[in-house]
Protein backbone atom coordinates (compact mmCIF):
# COMPACT_ATOMS: atom_id res chain seq x y z
CA UNK A 1 0.00 0.00 0.00
CA UNK A 2 1.04 3.95 -0.32
CA UNK A 3 3.32 5.40 1.86
CA UNK A 4 2.41 8.69 2.35
CA UNK A 5 4.23 12.11 2.96
CA UNK A 6 5.93 13.44 6.01
CA UNK A 7 4.71 10.89 8.62
CA UNK A 8 4.76 13.09 11.58
CA UNK A 9 5.50 10.97 14.25
CA UNK A 10 8.87 11.53 16.21
CA UNK A 11 11.11 9.60 13.90
CA UNK A 12 13.08 6.57 14.84
CA UNK A 13 17.39 8.27 15.06
CA UNK A 14 18.32 9.05 11.15
CA UNK A 15 22.21 8.98 11.95
CA UNK A 16 23.88 6.74 13.61
CA UNK A 17 27.30 6.68 14.61
CA UNK A 18 29.27 4.23 12.85
CA UNK A 19 32.76 2.52 13.77
CA UNK A 20 35.18 4.47 11.76
CA UNK A 21 33.70 7.76 13.80
CA UNK A 22 34.00 9.05 10.48
CA UNK A 23 30.78 7.91 8.42
CA UNK A 24 27.27 8.17 9.58
CA UNK A 25 24.09 6.84 8.28
CA UNK A 26 21.42 9.56 7.08
CA UNK A 27 18.12 8.04 7.43
CA UNK A 28 16.45 9.10 4.03
CA UNK A 29 12.65 8.99 4.07
CA UNK A 30 10.86 7.89 1.14
CA UNK A 31 7.16 10.07 1.83
CA UNK A 32 4.31 9.16 -1.06
CA UNK A 33 7.69 8.56 -3.53
CA UNK A 34 7.32 4.49 -2.64
CA UNK A 35 5.04 2.60 -1.72
CA UNK A 36 7.30 -0.56 -0.38
CA UNK A 37 9.95 0.95 1.29
CA UNK A 38 9.52 3.66 4.75
CA UNK A 39 12.57 5.00 4.15
CA UNK A 40 16.50 4.25 3.13
CA UNK A 41 19.89 4.35 4.91
CA UNK A 42 22.42 6.22 3.09
CA UNK A 43 26.24 5.73 4.41
CA UNK A 44 28.18 9.51 4.30
CA UNK A 45 30.64 11.41 6.43
CA UNK A 46 30.60 15.00 7.17
CA UNK A 47 31.23 16.47 4.06
CA UNK A 48 29.12 14.39 1.78
CA UNK A 49 26.81 16.92 -0.73
CA UNK A 50 23.18 16.53 -1.02
CA UNK A 51 23.21 15.39 -3.95
CA UNK A 52 25.78 13.02 -3.31
CA UNK A 53 22.59 11.22 -0.55
CA UNK A 54 19.83 12.06 -2.79
CA UNK A 55 22.24 9.66 -5.59
CA UNK A 56 22.18 6.87 -3.50
CA UNK A 57 18.57 6.67 -1.92
CA UNK A 58 17.63 7.47 -5.64
CA UNK A 59 19.63 4.18 -6.73
CA UNK A 60 18.87 2.03 -3.76
CA UNK A 61 14.89 3.04 -4.36
CA UNK A 62 15.18 2.46 -7.97
CA UNK A 63 13.97 6.09 -8.84
CA UNK A 64 14.89 7.15 -12.39
CA UNK A 65 14.57 10.87 -13.56
CA UNK A 66 12.07 10.03 -15.85
CA UNK A 67 8.90 8.48 -14.09
CA UNK A 68 9.28 7.75 -10.44
CA UNK A 69 10.25 4.68 -8.60
CA UNK A 70 9.55 0.59 -9.12
CA UNK A 71 11.54 -1.97 -10.88
CA UNK A 72 14.17 -1.24 -13.63
CA UNK A 73 14.43 2.49 -13.31
CA UNK A 74 17.40 3.92 -12.66
CA UNK A 75 18.66 7.07 -14.53
CA UNK A 76 22.17 8.10 -14.66
CA UNK A 77 22.93 9.39 -10.84
CA UNK A 78 23.41 13.13 -12.84
CA UNK A 79 19.78 13.19 -13.83
CA UNK A 80 18.36 12.04 -10.49
CA UNK A 81 19.60 14.81 -9.04
CA UNK A 82 18.57 16.93 -11.05
CA UNK A 83 14.60 15.66 -10.12
CA UNK A 84 15.28 14.74 -7.04
CA UNK A 85 16.24 16.65 -3.80
CA UNK A 86 16.01 16.07 0.17
CA UNK A 87 13.54 18.04 2.17
CA UNK A 88 14.53 18.78 5.77
CA UNK A 89 11.49 18.48 7.78
CA UNK A 90 10.43 19.55 11.01
CA UNK A 91 7.13 18.62 13.30
CA UNK A 92 5.93 19.06 16.21
CA UNK A 93 2.83 17.31 17.91
CA UNK A 94 1.73 16.16 15.04
CA UNK A 95 1.66 18.73 13.02
CA UNK A 96 4.14 19.73 10.41
CA UNK A 97 5.46 22.72 11.35
CA UNK A 98 8.20 23.75 8.90
CA UNK A 99 9.94 21.98 5.85
CA UNK A 100 13.29 22.93 3.78
CA UNK A 101 14.81 22.24 0.60
CA UNK A 102 18.40 21.24 0.96
CA UNK A 103 20.36 23.16 -1.40
CA UNK A 104 22.32 20.27 -3.53
CA UNK A 105 25.88 21.42 -2.06
CA UNK A 106 24.65 20.96 1.81
CA UNK A 107 25.96 18.40 4.01
CA UNK A 108 23.11 16.82 5.59
CA UNK A 109 25.22 14.84 8.25
CA UNK A 110 26.50 18.33 9.23
CA UNK A 111 22.65 19.34 9.63
CA UNK A 112 21.88 16.23 11.43
CA UNK A 113 24.38 16.62 14.42
CA UNK A 114 22.72 19.70 14.95
CA UNK A 115 19.12 18.76 15.62
CA UNK A 116 18.13 18.25 18.86
CA UNK A 117 17.48 14.58 20.50
CA UNK A 118 14.97 12.96 22.80
CA UNK A 119 15.20 10.06 24.96
CA UNK A 120 11.39 8.89 24.38
CA UNK A 121 9.90 7.87 27.74
CA UNK A 122 8.86 4.50 26.36
CA UNK A 123 12.18 3.51 25.26
CA UNK A 124 14.23 0.63 26.06
CA UNK A 125 17.63 1.02 27.93
CA UNK A 126 19.35 -0.49 25.33
CA UNK A 127 17.34 2.11 22.71
CA UNK A 128 17.80 5.07 25.10
CA UNK A 129 21.71 4.16 25.66
CA UNK A 130 23.19 2.77 22.67
CA UNK A 131 22.91 4.13 18.87
CA UNK A 132 19.11 4.31 18.81
CA UNK A 133 17.40 7.50 19.57
CA UNK A 134 14.84 10.37 18.64
CA UNK A 135 15.54 13.45 17.05
CA UNK A 136 13.08 15.68 18.29
CA UNK A 137 10.88 16.37 15.21
CA UNK A 138 13.21 16.15 12.45
CA UNK A 139 13.66 13.99 9.68
CA UNK A 140 14.84 14.48 5.56
CA UNK A 141 12.86 12.65 3.38
CA UNK A 142 13.00 12.11 -0.63
CA UNK A 143 10.94 14.21 -2.91
CA UNK A 144 10.43 15.00 -6.58
CA UNK A 145 12.36 18.77 -7.25
CA UNK A 146 9.58 21.52 -8.12
CA UNK A 147 11.00 23.55 -10.35
CA UNK A 148 8.88 26.83 -9.51
CA UNK A 149 9.29 26.37 -5.39
CA UNK A 150 12.08 29.17 -4.14
CA UNK A 151 14.90 27.45 -2.96
CA UNK A 152 16.62 27.46 0.69
CA UNK A 153 15.53 29.15 3.68
CA UNK A 154 12.73 28.15 6.14
CA UNK A 155 9.23 27.76 4.80
CA UNK A 156 6.99 28.66 7.93
CA UNK A 157 4.14 26.70 7.72
CA UNK A 158 0.76 28.79 8.36
CA UNK A 159 -1.58 26.33 9.89
CA UNK A 160 -4.72 28.83 8.73
CA UNK A 161 -3.09 28.50 4.55
CA UNK A 162 -2.33 24.40 5.20
CA UNK A 163 -5.11 22.52 5.47
CA UNK A 164 -3.81 20.83 8.32
CA UNK A 165 -6.92 18.41 7.85
CA UNK A 166 -5.32 17.34 4.57
CA UNK A 167 -1.94 17.13 6.16
CA UNK A 168 -3.06 14.89 8.38
CA UNK A 169 -4.94 12.62 6.05
CA UNK A 170 -1.75 12.47 3.61
CA UNK A 171 0.12 11.37 6.39
CA UNK A 172 -1.95 8.27 7.71
CA UNK A 173 0.12 5.87 10.14
CA UNK A 174 2.90 3.50 8.69
CA UNK A 175 2.01 0.17 7.84
CA UNK A 176 2.78 -2.05 10.80
CA UNK A 177 0.19 0.08 12.91
CA UNK A 178 -2.64 0.62 10.62
CA UNK A 179 -3.38 -0.95 7.64
CA UNK A 180 -5.29 1.38 4.54
CA UNK A 181 -5.81 -1.72 2.83
CA UNK A 182 -7.09 -4.69 4.74
CA UNK A 183 -5.47 -7.10 2.61
CA UNK A 184 -2.26 -6.54 3.54
CA UNK A 185 -3.19 -7.42 7.25
CA UNK A 186 -0.66 -10.12 8.05
CA UNK A 187 -2.97 -12.16 10.33
CA UNK A 188 -6.81 -11.39 8.63
CA UNK A 189 -9.48 -12.88 10.93
CA UNK A 190 -12.77 -11.02 12.01
CA UNK A 191 -10.97 -9.31 15.29
CA UNK A 192 -7.52 -7.78 13.37
CA UNK A 193 -10.23 -6.29 10.90
CA UNK A 194 -12.37 -4.99 13.06
CA UNK A 195 -9.11 -3.15 15.79
CA UNK A 196 -7.83 -1.90 12.14
CA UNK A 197 -11.16 -0.53 11.20
CA UNK A 198 -11.33 1.11 14.56
CA UNK A 199 -7.89 2.15 14.61
CA UNK A 200 -8.45 4.33 11.47
CA UNK A 201 -11.81 5.15 12.57
CA UNK A 202 -10.27 7.01 15.66
CA UNK A 203 -7.59 8.32 13.65
CA UNK A 204 -10.78 10.35 11.54
CA UNK A 205 -9.64 7.74 8.73
CA UNK A 206 -12.77 6.44 7.73
CA UNK A 207 -11.65 4.75 4.72
CA UNK A 208 -10.39 1.59 3.68
CA UNK A 209 -9.57 -0.52 1.03
CA UNK A 210 -10.09 -4.61 0.86
CA UNK A 211 -8.16 -4.45 -2.47
CA UNK A 212 -10.48 -3.07 -4.82
CA UNK A 213 -13.49 -2.79 -2.56
CA UNK A 214 -14.07 0.54 -0.30
CA UNK A 215 -14.83 0.48 3.64
CA UNK A 216 -16.53 3.44 4.67
CA UNK A 217 -17.60 3.77 8.28
CA UNK A 218 -19.92 6.75 8.75
CA UNK A 219 -18.27 9.52 10.87
CA UNK A 220 -21.94 11.06 11.71
CA UNK A 221 -20.21 14.29 11.35
CA UNK A 222 -18.57 16.33 8.55
CA UNK A 223 -14.83 16.25 7.72
CA UNK A 224 -13.30 18.45 5.10
CA UNK A 225 -12.43 15.92 3.00
CA UNK A 226 -14.37 16.56 0.00
CA UNK A 227 -13.23 19.83 -1.25
CA UNK A 228 -11.94 20.42 -4.51
CA UNK A 229 -8.38 19.82 -3.33
CA UNK A 230 -9.09 16.24 -2.93
CA UNK A 231 -10.98 16.57 -6.66
CA UNK A 232 -8.14 17.13 -7.98
CA UNK A 233 -5.59 15.56 -5.84
CA UNK A 234 -7.38 11.85 -6.84
CA UNK A 235 -7.43 12.89 -10.39
CA UNK A 236 -6.37 10.04 -12.39
CA UNK A 237 -4.31 8.14 -9.62
CA UNK A 238 -3.95 4.40 -9.45
CA UNK A 239 -6.09 2.85 -6.70
CA UNK A 240 -4.19 3.04 -3.64
CA UNK A 241 -1.49 5.49 -5.08
CA UNK A 242 -3.08 7.53 -2.27
CA UNK A 243 -5.29 6.93 0.97
CA UNK A 244 -8.16 5.21 0.17
CA UNK A 245 -10.99 8.02 -0.38
CA UNK A 246 -14.46 7.39 -2.34
CA UNK A 247 -13.31 9.69 -5.19
CA UNK A 248 -10.71 7.40 -5.75
CA UNK A 249 -13.53 4.56 -6.68
CA UNK A 250 -15.54 7.29 -8.89
CA UNK A 251 -11.78 7.89 -10.53
CA UNK A 252 -11.06 4.39 -11.39
CA UNK A 253 -14.25 3.36 -12.69
CA UNK A 254 -13.73 6.89 -15.42
CA UNK A 255 -10.40 5.86 -16.06
CA UNK A 256 -11.33 2.35 -16.81
CA UNK A 257 -14.13 3.12 -18.42
CA UNK A 258 -12.19 5.31 -21.40
CA UNK A 259 -9.91 3.12 -21.09
CA UNK A 260 -11.14 -0.38 -21.38
CA UNK A 261 -14.06 1.47 -23.66
CA UNK A 262 -16.13 -0.72 -21.17
CA UNK A 263 -19.22 0.05 -19.27
CA UNK A 264 -18.13 0.27 -15.42
CA UNK A 265 -19.99 -0.39 -12.81
CA UNK A 266 -19.76 0.76 -8.91
CA UNK A 267 -22.25 -1.02 -6.38
CA UNK A 268 -23.11 0.61 -2.83
CA UNK A 269 -24.38 -1.22 -0.14
CA UNK A 270 -24.82 -1.27 3.73
CA UNK A 271 -27.37 -1.16 6.34
CA UNK A 272 -29.95 1.59 7.04
CA UNK A 273 -27.98 5.02 8.01
CA UNK A 274 -24.74 3.66 6.74
CA UNK A 275 -23.97 6.64 4.26
CA UNK A 276 -24.98 4.84 1.17
CA UNK A 277 -26.85 7.74 -0.31
CA UNK A 278 -24.39 10.45 1.38
CA UNK A 279 -21.80 7.50 -0.73
CA UNK A 280 -23.57 7.87 -4.29
CA UNK A 281 -23.86 11.97 -4.24
CA UNK A 282 -20.13 11.95 -3.93
CA UNK A 283 -19.53 9.83 -6.45
CA UNK A 284 -21.50 11.78 -8.40
CA UNK A 285 -20.22 14.86 -7.43
CA UNK A 286 -16.46 13.32 -8.66
CA UNK A 287 -18.05 11.64 -11.64
CA UNK A 288 -19.59 14.81 -13.03
CA UNK A 289 -16.40 17.16 -11.74
CA UNK A 290 -13.97 15.02 -13.82
CA UNK A 291 -16.15 15.13 -17.03
CA UNK A 292 -15.65 18.99 -16.16
CA UNK A 293 -12.25 19.67 -18.30
CA UNK A 294 -13.54 19.74 -21.54
CA UNK A 295 -17.07 20.72 -21.32
CA UNK A 296 -17.01 24.56 -20.75
CA UNK A 297 -19.98 24.39 -18.46
CA UNK A 298 -22.99 22.28 -20.25
CA UNK A 299 -24.68 22.45 -17.79
CA UNK A 300 -25.31 18.38 -17.85
CA UNK A 301 -23.55 18.20 -14.16
CA UNK A 302 -25.68 20.63 -12.42
CA UNK A 303 -29.11 18.93 -14.18
CA UNK A 304 -28.02 15.53 -12.88
CA UNK A 305 -26.74 16.55 -9.50
CA UNK A 306 -29.83 18.61 -9.03
CA UNK A 307 -31.92 14.92 -9.43
CA UNK A 308 -30.80 14.41 -5.65
CA UNK A 309 -33.01 16.83 -3.82
CA UNK A 310 -35.35 16.08 -6.06
CA UNK A 311 -35.46 12.19 -5.88
CA UNK A 312 -34.83 12.47 -1.89
CA UNK A 313 -37.72 15.18 -1.00
CA UNK A 314 -39.98 12.19 -2.53
CA UNK A 315 -38.51 9.40 -2.12
CA UNK A 316 -37.00 9.74 1.64
CA UNK A 317 -38.31 10.03 5.17
CA UNK A 318 -37.21 9.94 8.37
CA UNK A 319 -37.14 6.72 10.28
CA UNK A 320 -35.54 5.80 13.81
CA UNK A 321 -32.70 4.81 12.29
CA UNK A 322 -31.34 8.03 9.85
CA UNK A 323 -33.64 11.06 9.46
CA UNK A 324 -33.09 10.83 5.85
CA UNK A 325 -33.55 7.37 4.67
CA UNK A 326 -34.43 6.61 1.49
CA UNK A 327 -37.35 4.74 1.22
CA UNK A 328 -36.42 3.23 -2.81
CA UNK A 329 -33.58 1.47 -4.23
CA UNK A 330 -32.54 3.43 -7.31
CA UNK A 331 -30.18 2.51 -10.07
CA UNK A 332 -27.93 5.34 -11.95
CA UNK A 333 -26.55 5.33 -15.23
CA UNK A 334 -24.24 8.30 -15.70
CA UNK A 335 -23.83 8.59 -19.70
CA UNK A 336 -20.30 9.83 -21.18
CA UNK A 337 -19.73 10.71 -24.90
CA UNK A 338 -16.26 9.45 -26.15
CA UNK A 339 -14.49 11.86 -25.13
CA UNK A 340 -15.27 11.44 -21.24
CA UNK A 341 -17.76 14.21 -21.86
CA UNK A 342 -20.94 13.76 -19.25
CA UNK A 343 -23.61 13.58 -22.01
CA UNK A 344 -26.78 12.55 -19.77
CA UNK A 345 -27.85 10.30 -16.72
CA UNK A 346 -31.05 7.89 -16.49
CA UNK A 347 -32.33 7.22 -12.85
CA UNK A 348 -34.31 4.04 -12.12
CA UNK A 349 -35.88 3.67 -9.14
CA UNK A 350 -38.05 0.50 -7.74
CA UNK A 351 -39.14 -0.88 -4.69
CA UNK A 352 -40.49 2.39 -3.39
CA UNK A 353 -42.27 1.96 0.07
CA UNK A 354 -45.68 3.18 -0.71
CA UNK A 355 -47.21 1.80 2.81
CA UNK A 356 -45.57 4.89 4.19
CA UNK A 357 -47.88 7.13 2.78
CA UNK A 358 -50.80 6.08 4.33
CA UNK A 359 -49.58 4.64 7.50
CA UNK A 360 -46.18 5.63 9.87
CA UNK A 361 -45.06 3.93 12.62
CA UNK A 362 -43.51 6.01 16.27
CA UNK A 363 -40.74 8.49 15.78
CA UNK A 364 -41.09 7.95 11.88
CA UNK A 365 -42.62 10.26 9.41
CA UNK A 366 -44.68 10.80 5.97
CA UNK A 367 -42.46 11.51 2.70
CA UNK A 368 -40.38 14.52 3.20
CA UNK A 369 -42.22 16.41 0.22
CA UNK A 370 -45.30 17.04 2.48
CA UNK A 371 -43.68 18.84 5.56
CA UNK A 372 -41.61 20.82 2.82
CA UNK A 373 -44.75 22.08 1.01
CA UNK A 374 -46.38 23.09 4.30
CA UNK A 375 -43.56 24.78 5.95
CA UNK A 376 -42.71 26.91 2.73
CA UNK A 377 -45.97 27.34 0.62
CA UNK A 378 -46.81 30.88 0.25
CA UNK A 379 -49.49 32.54 1.18
CA UNK A 380 -50.85 32.32 -2.52
CA UNK A 381 -50.04 28.73 -2.60
CA UNK A 382 -51.84 27.77 1.00
CA UNK A 383 -54.81 29.30 -0.32
CA UNK A 384 -55.03 27.64 -3.69
CA UNK A 385 -53.79 24.22 -2.80
CA UNK A 386 -56.40 24.54 0.52
CA UNK A 387 -52.71 23.78 2.57
CA UNK A 388 -53.20 23.85 6.52
CA UNK A 389 -50.94 22.66 9.09
CA UNK A 390 -49.36 18.70 9.38
CA UNK A 391 -50.92 18.18 12.38
CA UNK A 392 -54.54 18.59 10.73
CA UNK A 393 -54.09 15.72 8.13
CA UNK A 394 -54.25 11.97 9.33
CA UNK A 395 -51.54 11.03 6.87
CA UNK A 396 -48.91 13.19 8.60
CA UNK A 397 -49.83 13.27 12.09
CA UNK A 398 -50.15 9.68 13.04
CA UNK A 399 -46.31 9.34 14.80
CA UNK A 400 -46.54 13.44 15.79
CA UNK A 401 -43.64 13.93 14.52
CA UNK A 402 -43.73 16.98 12.91
CA UNK A 403 -39.71 18.31 12.80
CA UNK A 404 -36.66 16.84 11.97
CA UNK A 405 -33.60 17.75 13.99
CA UNK A 406 -31.35 20.21 11.86
CA UNK A 407 -33.58 20.25 8.99
CA UNK A 408 -34.77 23.92 8.21
CA UNK A 409 -38.11 22.97 6.13
CA UNK A 410 -38.79 26.04 4.50
CA UNK A 411 -35.72 26.23 3.31
CA UNK A 412 -35.41 22.85 2.06
CA UNK A 413 -38.82 23.64 -0.01
CA UNK A 414 -36.97 26.57 -1.74
CA UNK A 415 -34.08 23.95 -2.29
CA UNK A 416 -36.74 21.50 -3.75
CA UNK A 417 -38.22 24.32 -6.10
CA UNK A 418 -34.81 25.20 -7.44
CA UNK A 419 -33.82 21.99 -8.21
CA UNK A 420 -37.02 20.88 -10.14
CA UNK A 421 -36.94 23.64 -12.07
CA UNK A 422 -32.78 22.66 -12.99
CA UNK A 423 -34.16 19.22 -14.03
CA UNK A 424 -36.99 20.65 -15.67
CA UNK A 425 -40.26 19.97 -14.46
CA UNK A 426 -42.15 22.85 -14.00
N1 LIG B 1 -19.22 10.45 4.50
C1 LIG B 1 -20.01 10.99 5.44
N2 LIG B 1 -19.54 12.03 6.18
C2 LIG B 1 -20.30 12.58 7.15
N3 LIG B 1 -21.54 12.16 7.46
C3 LIG B 1 -22.06 11.14 6.76
C4 LIG B 1 -21.32 10.50 5.71
N4 LIG B 1 -22.08 9.51 5.21
C5 LIG B 1 -23.23 9.55 5.89
N5 LIG B 1 -23.23 10.53 6.82
C6 LIG B 1 -24.30 10.87 7.78
O1 LIG B 1 -25.10 9.74 7.99
C7 LIG B 1 -26.45 10.02 7.66
C8 LIG B 1 -27.07 8.80 7.02
O2 LIG B 1 -26.43 8.57 5.77
P1 LIG B 1 -27.25 8.11 4.47
O3 LIG B 1 -28.54 8.78 4.42
O4 LIG B 1 -26.34 8.27 3.32
O5 LIG B 1 -27.45 6.57 4.82
P2 LIG B 1 -28.08 5.45 3.90
O6 LIG B 1 -27.16 4.27 3.94
O7 LIG B 1 -28.40 6.00 2.54
O8 LIG B 1 -29.40 5.12 4.70
P3 LIG B 1 -30.78 4.52 4.16
O9 LIG B 1 -30.52 3.13 3.71
O10 LIG B 1 -31.65 4.59 5.38
O11 LIG B 1 -31.24 5.43 3.07
C9 LIG B 1 -26.41 11.24 6.75
O12 LIG B 1 -27.57 12.01 6.86
C10 LIG B 1 -25.20 11.98 7.25
O13 LIG B 1 -25.56 12.79 8.36
Not at 287 to 294: M, N
Request: glycine share 8%.
Amino acid sequence: MARYQYDLKPSKISLIRRLSMESFMVRVYTGPLSDEVDHVSVEAEKGTSAEDIVAVACRKLRLSASGGGGHGGGGASSDVRQHFELAEVFSSGGQLCKERRLDSTENPVALQLLWPKVVPPCASESEANGSQGLFDGYRFYLRRRDPEASAGGWVVRDQSAVDSFLLAFLTQPVAGKEFPDLCSLPDLNEHTLLHNLKARFNQKNIYTYVGSILIAVNPFKFFPIYNPKYVSMYQNKRLGELPPHIFAVADAAYHSMLRLRQNQCIVISGESGSGKTESTNLLLHHLTALSHKGLHGSGVEQTILGAGPVLEAFGNAKTVHNNNSSRFGKFIQVNYKQNGMVHGAIVEKYLLEKSRIVFQARDERNYHVFYYLLAGADEKEREAFHLSSADKYNYLSQSACYSVEGVDEQHEFARLKQSMEMVGFS
